[in-house]
């Protein structure tokens, strides 16, 4: 039976388009034109996310993938790490820099979203902004607002690592092999943002192996590329994203 992904699917924001940012979020536009716009033209979080693309863009020129690795668990530590809990009630208080009606109502269900009262906001973002966003240091975004985004991300990763370990499984039992399922791996960490691929270390040379073997033996290959990938998202993170199925808004 063929197993295909229907979750969110990760994209490089080389790959987005115009109409499909602007399908997700209304006027937020791709990417790629944040650069070639006025700021007149965007609405806020466009604007936010302009200014923490060039951050962004900034920090992976001037760091190798070991240090964004280092810096992504420091910045992940902070969002889901015991000193997030110690300071939660002023994270929860915690206000954007803006009069725009659109930004505090936002910011706030980011909030309400994380304490189990509303959906996220940052559902429908693409895989890049939300990135840009969870790992932003320049005090654009509030606390929660980053903490919703690398939610969100968690979910869509935990999501595909499930459907990704079975593709593997049913692939092995039909044919011998999990070659198709092993460069679909590939291309999903090579098409993560910079400082999400990193966390994944030399993911690189562990598929190569695994692609040029002729045999595999199942156990082994079960605790290590496998365990790979279903295991090394942040454990607070994947915690944090399997409570969303308990996180959703009372209807009462």
């Known amino acids: 039976m063929e197993i295909k992904y229907t979750g969110v699917p990760v994209r490089s924001v080389h790959a987005l388009t115009a109409q499909e940012s602007s399908k997700a979020i209304g006027q ?9 716009l006025d700021s007149a033209d965007l609405s806020s979080l466009a604007t936010a996310l302009s200014a923490a693309a060039e951050r962004a863009k900034l920090r992976d020129s001037q760091m190798s993938r070991s240090d964004l690795a280092a810096l992504a668990a420091k ?23 803006t009069d725009d009606p659109e930004w505090l109502v936002r910011a706030a269900q980011a909030t309400d979203f994380i304490n189990g009262k ?31 985004a690398a939610m969100e991300t968690s979910r869509r990763y935990c999501e595909w690592s499930v459907y990704i370990c079975r593709k593997m499984d049913a692939e092995r039992q039909s044919n011998g092999n999990s070659a198709e399922s092993l460069q679909e791996i590939l291309s999903y960490y090579r098409g993560l943002p910079a400082i999400e691929e ?29 365990d790979m990938v279903a295991n090394k998202w942040p454990e607070q993170e994947r915690t944090a994203a399997n409570l969303e199925l308990d996180n959703e808004p009372s209807s009462s």
């Open 75 to 97: 910045l992940s530590e902070r969002l889901f790490g015991l000193g997030y809990e110690l300071g939660k009630l002023a994270h929860d208080a915690e206000i954007p820099a």
């Open 118 to 148: 509303a959906n996220n906001p940052f559902a429908l973002l693409s895989q890049e902004q939300l990135s840009l966003i969870a790992y932003d240091e320049g005090g654009t975004f509030t606390v929660n607002e980053r903490k919703a």
């Open 198 to 226: 990193a966390q994944f270390g030399n993911y690189e040379v562990a598929i190569m192996m695994q692609l040029n073997a002729t045999e595999i033996d199942w156990p082994e290959f079960n605790v290590s590329l496998v």
């Open 28 to 36: 937020l536009v791709d990417v790629d034109n944040f650069f070639e």
